[in-house]
């Protein structure tokens, strides 16, 4: 009798130490649980960055593009102006020979001349302008290009921890499914014993 009460006592011992270990595993569990989602909203936040990041890329790519369209634009003036200043200067020596009614033409021409190298400087300028906007542009692409391998880091290394822990849950779930098969085993031998 007192054999069969000391089991008894001893599994009841070992049950409330079987219901204390399984509530122990479901707060590391609960925690585990906590700590994945703040992985997870960490995941999503680096994932909108990186989809901003992009999205300022094409901008920037889209930027470029139009102010190289630009800068064909303006070399194309550049050369017409350069056609015209050698048409204007033929045009020159021809009126020398004319009359006082060519020299007014003349006077014309030398202002279209003038105008067209004014439009002229105002393309170098534009130019060098268009450059320096694409070499910063270019900085700002290689800024981004560094923030992105970053956050590419900073997600590799929150999957690692997310599957490390995912690996601890399962073996905390199969030590609780260990305990349960063992809590049961106890009361069926109690049961027997009974």
């Not at 599994?11 to 509530?23: G, K, P, Q, V, Y």
């Not at 194309?76 to 006082?100: F, M, Y």
């Not at 268009?130 to 590419?152: F, P, R, T, W």
Request: aromatic residues 2%; hydrophobic residues 35%.
């Amino acid at each position: 009798m007192d054999a069969i009460k000391k089991k008894m006592e001893k599994l009841a011992n070992e049950t409330n130490d079987a219901e204390n270990r399984i509530a122990q595993l479901e707060e590391m569990k609960e925690a585990n649980e906590r700590e994945a989602e703040k992985y997870e909203e960490q995941l999503r936040i680096i994932q909108k960055k990186i989809q901003n990041m992009e999205s300022a890329f094409d901008v920037c790519i889209e930027d470029l593009f139009n102010q190289t369209v630009k800068l064909e634009a303006m070399e194309k003036k550049a050369g017409n102006a350069d056609s015209e200043v050698s048409s204007l200067r033929g045009r020159l020596i021809l009126l020398q020979e004319n009359n006082e009614k060519q020299e007014d033409r003349l006077a014309k021409a030398i202002l279209e001349l003038a105008g067209a190298s004014l439009r002229a400087d105002q393309s170098v300028r534009k130019r060098i302008e268009l450059e320096n906007g694409v070499s910063s542009n270019e900085e700002s692409i290689d800024n981004l290009d560094k923030q992105l391998s970053e956050a590419k880091i900073t997600l590799s290394d929150s999957e690692s921890k997310f599957e490390d822990i995912s690996r601890k849950l399962a073996t905390l779930d199969a030590d609780a499914a260990r305990a349960n098969a063992l809590a049961e085993g106890t009361e069926k031998k109690i049961g027997d014993i009974e």
